[in-house]
């Protein structure tokens, strides 16, 4: 049986590069709306090849989006897809998207971004990795078993979007008022919308959430000549420096207070599974570039990346930040920073926490100037159980099919959706990476491993 | 005499706000390469003005300029000019410029900006106040004086550029090429690209200058997700930051070791100066639009806006400054930043108390990032003796024209070609403004009031 099925993907592998290679010819570049007519087209793809499969396949309209100039857009629509509907059979939901991050040759790629390229056994070309690869193989998955004309051994749903790189708008109302009839009969859902961290398999169980804020000092009417008027005004840019000087320290701790309290502690358990956990703190210093980390032991460098929070601070609006020189004093700048969010941080604490305390340094400094603290994004943190049984099977497929225990990891980064999924349904999740830990997601030279890929055409028989 | 000429002038008022319309309808916006064209035009507008005039007109070619894309750009001509030669007379030398700001309507003109527009005896439009009338005014002076056939009271010389927007680019070079030509008979240099600071006509006789910094923090080789990467790198933004909150205290004092020692003590005769200038605190509050400026007292104030260092901090180039939310950790960013001159600064001085300084601050932050610390711009200030014959002829012409005495004031930015004037040809240089102190400069609704622009006519016929 399994072996019937591991032949015909073997014996069709070039089939599958060749769809991959039509799929990232498409340029769905979500974030630019002049390649909306590519994003509809690869929905339509999408579905095309679902339905050709046999699936039940449906193009769900999610409605538009407001572009700044007032105009509206239609979002991409949302394609699902059904194979097999046994009651006696668990249902498996798999997501997944077709849109992509921005690429064009002058950013710094070997290749034509738009035209998979294989070199050496990689597969490289802008979405090959992040997502087109992992949401094909799951499909070739089911299409193995319709081909040889077997059973399922599970129904499975598909559920691909076009919108994620860009924020998945649409996407979450569109899973509420599915939740009683598309969700209602599936059991698991799985995201391979992640990389592995090294060359050892790993199965994802949880995310960090993220709050983002905007720190606006504003002070005078318009900019003004910094030779004219410096000396004269309280600069909107020297109390916005000092603000944000005091988020966090030069080794990296959070000072804003409170913020640590609500971080579950770190278990002896835990400590264990991260010693286990293959990774090569030099090789991860080396692929930075940084003469030092932030921690050198392994574990602490884990434990910061995955389940402890973090303040990033990454730009101002407002300011000059043009190359050359202009002698201007800014009249209104914005100071943005995100801190990743870990179990049990609540973002509504944190916001209320933030805002506080910048309200209070701001406070000390008298000026005359004016600020304003809002937190724009504030995602939750997801963390699955991993004693659960869709781990356990799981950890048995990779077992099989490698050879190996998977690697049990946190990913630093938010995969907003997961959580909404596991607010909204109630089922559970597992992430289940075929992103090579190499793989330059959102990156120049972004690629997909063909022997990666393989595997999870293994995997997915075995589910 | 000055009758015949004062009727002429009036008599032509039309004629001359006519000429401005056609010079402010030439685009000549320095730093749009895409505009150089305009600016050729513009300078050959002037060489024809001059030459009409009878004047002996020189197109002076001062070079190329190197653009960032590697090719090279010609410099637009400077405009040299003689009228009379007679050397028992004194020769003066008008020095301007005619190149823009840049302008569009959409900025928040009430008008279009390249369009002259008359407003209740305003002129608005770009380049009115700064410098093309100024520059017509001089022209038309020696027009008035050859068109009824008079003798010139003094040999006129006009220098006139088209890069001071962007940093008189090949300006320096030419100057001092000419040194024993065109300005060896020279005596008297007259700038008018400077304005009044109230209501009450002003003679400048200082200026500040300027050390531009370039403080940049490399950390990674290239910009990192801030959710995967959050937590294992010391962040350069972070680093930068840092050490950018040890340039100035809130309130506003330099908190460098040693800039301040060099400062020249403010004298009880300069505290005296000062009460007696004609400058309304609140008004200039209400015009910035601060609730409180650093100082509430006039000399105070004053003495920080020409004599006194000031720090600004305009931006930082290579962080996230677009609107929206990127949740990104930036490689390698650059703060800059400036410090006013006054004497007795030396720019060589302050470009090593600055580097030291932040050198020390972030070796104490024992970070792994890499930090180089770059003067861009090291102009000195300029500083003018009040009581020279130059001042006393202002002071009087200004007496006679409007039966008051003229305010003498300093310039908080700074005018280098007037200390590149003073140091290559080593003339005595006045400052007379034309601009009104609301005129806008670098601003939207730049404008001359007909009034005020009259004014210089007369001025420049007592001398």
């Not at 309280?234 to 309290?261: A, H, K």
């Not at 460098?301 to 800014?330: C, D, E, M, Q, Y």
């Not at 603290?373 to 159980?385: H, N, Q, R």
Request: glycine share 8%; with cysteine.
């Amino acid at each position: 049986m399994i072996s019937n099925l591991i032949k015909y993907v073997d014996d069709h592998q070039e089939e599958y590069v060749q769809t991959l290679r039509e799929w990232v010819a498409v340029e769905s570049d979500s974030s630019d709306v002049t390649k909306r007519a590519e994003l509809y087209r690869m929905m339509d793809m999408v579905g095309e090849k679902l339905r050709k499969m046999g699936g039940k396949v449906e193009l769900v309209d999610i409605g538009e989006e407001q572009l700044p100039d007032g105009s509206s857009l239609a979002l991409p629509k949302v394609v699902t897809a059904q194979f097999g509907s046994d009651v006696n059979k668990p249902t498996v939901c798999v997501y997944g998207h077709v849109d992509v991050q921005p690429a064009q040759k002058e950013d710094g790629w070997a290749t034509e971004p738009y035209n998979l390229t294989e070199i050496n056994g990689n597969l490289y070309g802008r979405g090959a990795s992040d997502n087109k690869a992992p949401v094909l193989a799951w499909i070739h998955a089911v299409e193995a078993f319709k081909a040889l004309d077997m059973d399922l051994p599970v129904n499975v749903k598909y559920l691909i979007e076009g919108m994620e790189e860009t924020g998945s708008n649409g996407l979450d109302a569109m899973i509420k008022s599915q939740k009683s009839t598309f969700f209602s009969d599936v059991d698991y859902i799985i995201i391979s919308d992640c990389g592995w961290l090294s060359k050892r398999p790993a199965l994802t169980y949880g995310t960090r959430g993220n709050c983002y804020f905007f720190a606006e000092v504003e002070g005078p009417k318009q900019d003004l000549h910094s030779g004219v008027y410096g000396g004269t005004v309280i600069e909107p840019m020297t109390d916005l420096i000092g603000i944000l000087d005091t988020l966090i320290s030069p080794s990296g701790t959070i000072l804003i207070p409170g913020i640590r309290d609500a971080v579950a502690p770190f278990s002896d358990e835990e400590w264990k599974m991260y010693q286990d956990i293959e990774f090569d703190v030099e090789s991860y210093r080396e692929k930075i570039g940084v003469e030092q980390l932030m921690y050198n032991n392994k574990v602490e460098l884990l434990a910061h990346r995955w389940r402890h929070p973090t303040v990033s601070i990454h730009g101002i609006n407002g300011a000059f930040s043009a190359p050359g020189t202009k002698t201007v004093i800014p009249a209104k700048v914005t100071g943005k920073f995100s801190i990743r969010q870990v179990p049990d941080m609540d973002p509504a604490v944190v916001e209320k926490q933030v805002t506080d305390h910048l309200h209070s340094v701001f406070a000390k400094r008298k000026s005359p100037n004016k600020l304003k603290v809002k937190m724009i994004i504030g995602a939750k943190p997801w963390l699955a159980d991993i004693k659960h049984s869709l781990y356990e099977a799981g950890k048995a497929a990779v077992k099989r099919v490698f050879n190996v225990d998977a690697d049990m990891i946190r990913e630093g980064g938010t995969i907003p959706i997961a959580r909404t999924f596991q607010d909204v349904t109630e089922k559970s999740i597992i992430m289940l990476p075929i992103g090579g830990f190499d793989d330059g997601l959102h990156s120049q030279n972004e690629k997909m491993s063909t022997k990666t890929w393989h595997y999870v055409l293994m995997c997915g028989l075995l589910y």
